[in-house]
């Protein structure tokens, strides 16, 4: 008996408890009493919530397949109101006088789509953007309006990139150039004379506060970005040598992504605001205190400070730092500067969901199914390894584990010497799943198991192959071990049977998920539905829009997925916004500089060679091309 099972009637609840969806949700992520998965733009009110299933059929209805990468403004727009008035309500609970302006970091998504319409909902609350290269700042030149908003340039700076930023500044824009290394001060001042500009300058530190987490490397004194302490002081002084102290008018540091210990963040913006305060002493102007990013998403929705989730709430966040700044300024009555922070992963990580369907199931059960008695020729050791089976109960799983592997290592050996044949080598292998199957069900019922057996399981897991490319589509899940939430779609009110890892259709062996979310622990394997045999079965990888798509690669010449863009309504309908097709495969063939015309040239001629030869007709040809054409023409996924 599976262990969900003896909890009894399985319900809506159930699935939400095991999936964890109220957790790391948000409120934006429910199930319906359908057994779907909805989207609530409006977080816990559920009238205007929308099934996954239902936009799924909708997006097929118009021939778009999986996989698809599905974005919702509506959780783009929530979420920058939702820091925006978290900051505002700190600051009015707090009395604090300043005011918060936020940045979007254009890297977390660089999507024209995504950063479009961040400028288009920060308007109202003069969200700007952050950019870190000559690119993000073209790009961000195109898209922001809001000359209230804050344009912080980031990152190594050429001047060709500082003349950008000082036009944008004669233009009026609130642009800041953050000083990164101490040589850029004199490019930045040089280009100013030379434009007759002035700069908006602000200077990024490297803080001795750490942070824990996967980025840690970003803060500290070997972090590669940002002025140390005397760099800083020197950096004042030419400033000063050059009557340019008056263009001194942030602060900047990043500690890092997703830091979950909300300590971290407290003490650096402590040490960052020592820092500020006496570069006001210095008779900097300053007014501007950019706290970079580093607010982390609970993915895993234990609020814990693990590295994939964080200790505390946004108001949270957003209250103690409110609180940290006024603690070193009050005292000595420095005025209270602009908060700027640059939230990328909590403004865009609920924004997108990448679906996929289920392409076929493998179950390591049915290798097993043993024989009842074997053949007078049948070798020592498979008969050994059939007793093992025939002898096993619950008190002795552990012996008949080491037994089973012992002998199972022995025939094998013996197939590499050639002393049994290939169809008894395969013989023997399914006596040894039906032992590896015998011994997990046994163990289930056992209060102890043994140490040795602790991950059984995970030996006989079905693997679920799915259909999208982990490298493509979820590059952290491979290059970082990040860990996703990953659910059914629909079939909530059944009890999942089954457990199992999940595959791509790379077949590259680290095209695979075997971490999963869990409250307390990482789970190694996920519950499943067996899958019914016409009906496609649908999982989400959710919370998915921050720097996945940006970083996902060619693996196996997988390309883009689908991407469509909703917006629901206030009455419950939605409309899809945007459809972007995925790469095909001659956009992704062209990628790695084929040339799809010249491809068709010469597969023309080799098929041309096979008429000559005789080998097809000039019929099998016309055939043979199209195939061919339409296969350069097609998706790069598994088509339906
Ligand atoms: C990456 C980056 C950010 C974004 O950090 P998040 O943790 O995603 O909010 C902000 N500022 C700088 C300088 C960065 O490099």
Redesign the pocket.
């Known amino acids: 008996m599976n262990k969900t099972e003896i909890l009894g009637r399985w319900s809506k609840e159930k699935s939400e408890e095991l999936y964890g969806i109220k957790n790391w949700g948000a409120g934006y992520f429910s199930i319906s009493d359908t057994g779907e998965v909805l989207v609530n733009p409006n977080k816990e009110n559920e009238s205007t919530a929308v099934s996954l299933m239902d936009i799924i059929s909708g997006i097929r209805d118009r021939g778009l397949d999986m996989p698809v990468l599905l974005r919702f403004e509506n959780l783009l727009d929530s979420q920058i109101s939702f820091l925006n008035n978290s900051f505002r309500e700190a600051m009015k609970k707090l009395n604090y006088k300043g005011e918060y302006r936020g940045v979007y970091?254009i890297?977390?998504n660089q999507q024209q789509q995504v950063v479009e319409e961040v400028t288009k909902f920060g308007q109202r609350y003069h969200h700007g953007l952050?950019v870190?290269s000559k690119a993000e700042l073209i790009a961000a030149l195109s898209l922001l309006k809001d000359k209230e908003a804050c344009l912080i340039c980031?990152g190594y700076k050429d001047e060709e990139f500082i003349d950008l930023g000082l036009y944008a500044v004669k233009m009026g824009y609130k642009c800041f150039f953050v000083i990164e290394i101490p040589g850029e001060l004199d490019l930045v001042m040089e280009r100013s004379q030379a434009l007759g500009v002035e700069p908006n300058i602000g200077i990024?530190i490297k803080l001795s506060s750490k942070a824990g987490g996967h980025?840690m490397e970003?803060g500290g004194d070997r972090s590669i970005?940002g002025l140390n302490v005397s760099q800083a002081i020197e950096a004042v002084d030419t400033l000063r040598d050059n009557n340019m102290l008056h263009c001194l008018k942030l602060l900047?540091y990043?500690l890092?992504?997703?830091?979950p210990n909300i300590r971290d963040i407290r003490s650096a913006v402590l040490e960052a605001t020592r820092v500020y305060a006496e570069l006001v002493k210095e008779g900097a102007p300053m007014g501007y205190l950019d706290l970079?990013?580093?607010?982390?998403v609970d993915y895993d929705g234990s609020n814990t400070n693990y590295s994939f989730s964080r200790n505390y709430t946004v108001e949270e966040y957003c209250s103690d730092i409110v609180e940290a700044v006024m603690s070193i300024l009050d005292p000595g009555s420095v005025p209270h500067p602009v908060i700027v922070?640059?939230?990328?992963?909590?403004?865009v990580a609920y924004y997108s969901v990448l679906l996929f369907n289920v392409l076929h199931v493998e179950k390591f059960e049915e290798y097993g199914d043993a024989p009842d008695k074997l053949d007078e020729s049948t070798s020592e050791q498979i008969r050994n390894l059939f007793d093992v089976n025939k002898n096993l109960n619950q008190k002795n799983i552990q012996e008949c584990y080491n037994d089973a592997l012992y002998y199972r290592d022995e025939i094998r050996d013996m197939f590499k010497h050639g002393r049994i044949s290939l169809r008894e080598r395969a013989f023997s292998e399914k006596i040894f799943w039906n032992i590896i199957n015998q011994i997990a069900k046994e163990k289930q019922k056992l209060k102890n198991s043994p140490p040795d057996l602790e991950d059984i399981e995970n030996a006989i897991a079905d693997i679920y192959y799915c259909n999208f490319s982990v490298f493509q589509s979820i590059p952290d899940s491979w290059a970082i071990d990040q860990l996703f939430p990953i659910m059914p779609l629909h079939r909530l009110l059944e009890l999942p049977k089954r457990n199992a890892v999940i595959a791509d259709i790379t077949c590259d062996c680290d095209g695979k998920i075997d971490r999963f979310i869990d409250l307390h622990d990482v789970k190694t394997t996920l519950p499943l539905h067996e899958l019914k045999n016409e009906d496609d079965y649908c999982l989400g990888v959710f919370l998915v829009g921050?720097?996945q798509e940006t970083l996902g690669d060619l693996h196996n010449l997988f390309g883009d997925t689908n991407v469509v863009s909703v917006r629901i309504n206030p009455d419950g309908s939605y409309d899809l916004v945007k459809e972007i097709h995925g790469d095909s495969v001659a956009d992704v063939l062209s990628y790695v500089e084929f040339d799809p015309k010249f491809m068709l040239v010469r597969f023309r001629q080799t098929a041309e060679a096979a008429v000559r030869e005789g080998r097809i007709s000039a019929a099998d040809r016309k055939g043979i091309m199209f195939a061919y054409e339409n296969g350069l023409n097609g998706y790069t996924y598994y088509e339906r």
Request: proline share 3%; charged share 15%; hydrophobic share 25%.
């Open positions: 970091p890297k977390v952050e870190g980031n990024r980025w970003s970005f900047h990043h890092g992504s997703q830091i970079g990013g580093g607010l982390a922070t640059e939230s990328g992963r909590t403004t921050a720097y």
